[in-house]
């Protein structure tokens, strides 16, 4: 099912199967910490993020990523810490379209183990497989429930990203560590063009199998969703302010 909204199509996927209806709210603002890259060499609204050349003996395009940080979202009158990430993926020349699946895209804690994302957004129906074709930059955000042994910045120092894009000439992997620094950065608001902030994309994805057999936390929580329901992004816990967009949708037949 599809649903529509005043400010156009957006939809809930469930596993592959439009499943529901959302809310959105876009959050921008200033921070009292950022997660920093141990290999940041670019940014993004502000933030500091990584930029890898892919592949890198032969750069056709790149991969930047990002986090916005620790938010909650709100499904079903559930609240879900979670950890944003975002990668920002651009095919600047190769012919041949790359590939991404955004439920492989790998968080791991120290002492928790490694998790999938239970939330995807973006502008893509297709999630969580996403195609970059020649010229096209795609922005993936990533939301990973936290351990219930970390339900806030607090207790999250560092964490990594273990990510994934299928090329052509080869499947080019790595890993990107994160370390919480207590700062603020200089973030742009969401009156300006770019960045798109989180809640962006009219499409979301959502694991229905998050807590059946896979890759989630060793102290993950047993979040349950059923049929249709909206998704909130809420405030980021280093203090980005709610702000933007907020789309409200129902479901029509």
């Known amino acids: 099912m599809t649903i529509q909204s005043s400010f156009g199509i957006a939809s809930l996927v469930l596993g592959g199967v439009v499943a529901g209806s959302l809310g959105v709210v876009g959050c921008a603002g200033t921070s009292d910490y950022v997660y920093q890259p141990d290999t940041a060499n670019a940014t993004a609204g502000g933030l500091p993020a990584t930029r890898t050349p892919i592949p890198q003996e032969a750069p056709q395009g790149a991969i930047e990523v990002v986090s916005y940080g620790v938010t909650k979202l709100q499904r079903e009158g559930t609240s879900i810490p979670a950890l944003h990430i975002r990668a920002i993926v651009t095919n600047d020349g190769d012919d041949t379209p790359w590939t991404i699946d955004a439920s492989q895209q790998l968080v791991e804690i120290p ?31 990533m939301y990973y429930a936290l351990p219930d042994t970390i339900r806030n910045e607090s207790r999250l120092p560092r964490f990594e990203l273990l ?91």
């Open 111 to 141: 002492g928790e183990g490694r998790s999938r994302p239970i939330f995807v957004n973006a502008d893509i129906t297709t999630l969580p497989q996403v195609t970059i074709a020649r010229h096209d930059r795609r922005v993936l955000d």
């Open 163 to 253: 990510w994934t894009v299928n090329t052509a000439s080869r499947v080019v992997a790595s890993r990107t560590s994160f370390d919480r620094v207590d700062r603020a950065p200089d973030v742009a608001y969401e009156n300006t063009a770019w960045p798109l902030w989180a809640g962006w994309g009219p499409y979301w994805w959502y694991d229905p199998f998050w807590v059946g057999p896979g890759v989630v936390f060793v102290h993950a929580h047993p979040y349950h969703f059923h049929g249709t329901g909206r998704v909130i992004v809420g405030r980021f816990g280093g203090n980005f302010r709610a702000g933007g967009a907020h789309v409200s949708v129902r479901g029509h037949r």
